[in-house]
């Protein structure tokens, strides 16, 4: 049950530190990944990565696929219900990534049997054992986040990323061509370190009172670059899903092609930091410019700080892990608003934990 909690969303974002601590748990050994059924060299005569999936999970594959394609390996991600219209060549040198919490999406489903029955190989990332897409792909990789009941991704998201990020050093490290990051000792050290970040993130947020300051204001826009464009997107799914206001992520470099138009000083802006951010921080002053708000989501010495009105701090970390302590802050404040809205947080309108029809 929920236990203490209000909202079974609540736990399951206070929970991320322990679901982390398990999803990192021995797959991590003298600087190498390893997976449980997945021998060094298995995954040798992968050529190109297809990551197929839906909604938030497609954001952590987002993030994967980023981090894959800098280790030199040929990646690309696709919205699994447009996998049919969209998808390039597939052979048996393709890897298809199924990216899915419940494991029975429909569409994830069928990207993945459309690709394998063109003979590609199959690899579900997935959060539920023995689900659809467990047994039918060739391999599964479970990201350990425990049951989540609350129909908004929170924890699985942070796993899924994590053990994406983890996977992209297993694939580069098979794949001849590669070329593997350099830093990668350096980020898998910090990765020991996330579930106490996420801890420190938890307990000393400000996400409530920004919620409040922020609550009447027309719309919501989330900006990044690089990973941190996939929290942006991500960090308006879960707000549009359970405050049922109008928010929108964007590349931060795409403001001025036409997004720009609807900034006012009634549209705060989130900008969030992971890294690289100077395309993030000179859109975010533009923005600032026309009025808006600035969030600045970003460790406390990070320059995007100084052009914000206000900040949500998070923890200094390697740039690969950095995304993922914003989430968590953007998590809670998406909650805090849809409590003060007094949405139903666990089961907003219209939609479903697992959607089985295409
Ligand atoms: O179970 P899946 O990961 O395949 O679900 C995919 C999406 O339906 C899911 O991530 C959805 O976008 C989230 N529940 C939104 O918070």
């Known amino acids: 049950g929920k236990g203490e909690y209000d909202h079974y969303m609540a736990k399951e974002i206070d929970t991320q530190p322990t679901a982390l601590s398990n999803t990192i748990e021995g797959r991590v050994e003298n600087g190498n990944v390893a997976f449980e059924d997945l021998p060094v060299g298995t995954f040798a005569d992968v050529e190109t990565v297809q990551f197929v999936a839906c909604g938030t999970s497609y954001h952590a594959a987002m993030y994967g696929s980023q981090l894959l394609r800098s280790a030199g390996v040929r990646a690309e991600v696709l919205r699994a219900s447009e996998y049919e219209q969209t998808a390039g060549p597939v052979d048996e040198n393709t890897l298809v990534v199924a990216v899915t919490q419940s494991g029975e999406t429909a569409d994830t489903l ?24 467990a047994r039918e792909a060739d391999d599964a990789i479970y990201i350990r986040a425990g049951p ?8 699985t998201f942070s796993s899924q990323a994590v053990t994406l990020a983890l996977l992209t050093q297993r694939i580069a490290a098979d794949v001849p061509t590669a070329t593997p990051v350099d830093d990668r000792e350096a980020m898998l050290e910090s990765l ?8 420190t993130v938890l307990e000393t947020t400000n996400a409530e ?4 300051e922020y609550i009447d204001s027309d719309s919501y826009f989330f900006i990044g670059n690089g990973l941190g464009h996939s929290v942006a997107l991500e960090g308006a799914l879960k707000f549009k899903e359970i405050t049922y206001e109008h928010a929108e992520g964007f590349a931060a470099g795409e403001l001025k092609h036409g997004p720009l138009a609807l900034v006012t ?19 975010a002053i533009e923005a600032r410019t026309r009025g808006a708000p600035i969030v600045a989501v970003a460790p406390d010495d990070h320059p995007i700080a100084d052009a914000a009105d206000r900040q949500l701090s998070i923890p200094d970390t390697h740039p690969v892990w950095a995304g993922l302590l914003a989430n968590v802050q953007l998590q809670l404040v998406s909650y805090h608003a849809a409590a003060l809205l007094e949405r139903p947080i666990d089961k907003p309108r219209n939609l479903a934990k697992s959607v089985t029809v295409e």
């Open 110 to 133: 069928d990207a993945v049997r459309r690709a394998t029955d063109r003979g590609a190989r199959s690899l579900a990332v997935t959060n539920v054992v023995g689900s659809t897409a």
């Open 148 to 155: 989540e009941v609350g129909v908004a991704a929170t924890k």
């Open 209 to 212: 009172s920004l919620a409040r």
């Open 265 to 283: 000083q009634e549209t705060p802006v989130f900008a969030i930091a992971t890294g690289d951010d100077e395309k993030t921080k000179t859109n």
């Open 192 to 199: 020991e370190d996330l579930p106490e970040h996420v801890e």
